[in-house]
């Protein structure tokens, strides 16, 4: 069982918050410290988008993104990232990232797939926004792991219904609920990976802060983890 800390945008394009949450992650229990890889002008909307101006904020160059997996390394946690383009693959492949992610909103964007696969790495994909029977075909020499997830931010709980999702056969949860109920639910069912965003304050500016889980809750979520794999 691991835990993603997703930083996503929570480092709100600031380098110094990014390392205090990349050092808390490793503090309080993550085994990851994820990132997302873009550009925002070709990713995000900017006509009705009250946050276009915070996605080009936080998007990251290649010095930054560099500086990030560096600091990981010092963390003693692992570097990754959502990539949302081709190009950006190559910048990923510079710092030697070991695992791509690939974000629902990129699970039908089949020339970024092909690029990531050709890396032969391991793959997490979320599954939020595929439609279709069964899983996505991805041919990949790292193999993958599916991640049952609601696209909805934030996720009621009623929406979850994590009762259906059988742990033996999706490789975890990308969770985007308030609070840790669901988190904690789905490690109990047989979640191998657990993927939730990560803020060092709730009520900091910008969109995933309200839903992301603080400091307090991951060491909540790993305690709960270390005393399942106690009982196992």
């Known amino acids: 069982m691991e835990i993603i800390a997703e930083i996503?945008?929570?480092?709100?394009?600031?380098?110094?918050?990014a390392r205090e949450l990349i050092h808390a992650a490793k503090d309080h229990g993550a085994d990851v410290a994820k990132f997302q890889v873009y550009d925002a002008a070709a990713l995000f909307p900017k006509e009705g988008n009250e946050w276009y101006d915070y996605n080009c904020r936080t998007e990251l160059n290649r010095d930054q993104i560099s500086l990030l997996a560096e600091e990981c390394a010092k963390a003693g946690i692992e570097f990754m990232a959502s990539v949302f383009d081709v190009e950006r693959v190559?910048?990923?492949e510079e710092v030697g990232m070991a695992r791509?992610?690939?974000a629902s909103r990129?699970?039908?964007d089949t020339a970024l797939i092909a690029a990531v696969a050709a890396t032969g790495k391991p793959i997490i994909a979320s599954l939020g926004m595929w439609n279709e029977p069964g899983f996505p075909r991805i041919d990949s020499p790292g193999g993958v792991a599916f991640l049952y997830c609601i696209s909805k931010y934030p996720t009621p709980l009623s929406d979850v219904k994590l009762g259906k999702v059988d742990f033996a056969v999706y490789g975890g949860f990308s969770d985007h609920t308030i609070g840790t109920t669901a988190a904690l639910a789905a490690l109990a069912?047989?979640?191998?990976?657990?993927?939730?965003?990560?803020?060092?304050?709730?009520?900091?500016?910008?969109?995933?802060h309200a839903g992301s889980m603080t400091p307090a809750e991951l060491?909540?979520?790993?305690s709960f983890r270390e005393d399942m794999r106690l009982c196992l």
């Open 106 to 108: 990129s699970i039908h």
């Open 90 to 92: 190559a910048w990923l």
């Open 219 to 222: 060491a909540a979520i790993h």
């Open 8 to 17: 996503g945008q929570n480092h709100n394009g600031d380098m110094v918050l």
């Open 100 to 102: 791509y992610k690939i």
């Open 189 to 208: 069912r047989g979640a191998r990976i657990l993927e939730k965003h990560f803020t060092l304050g709730k009520a900091m500016y910008g969109p995933d």
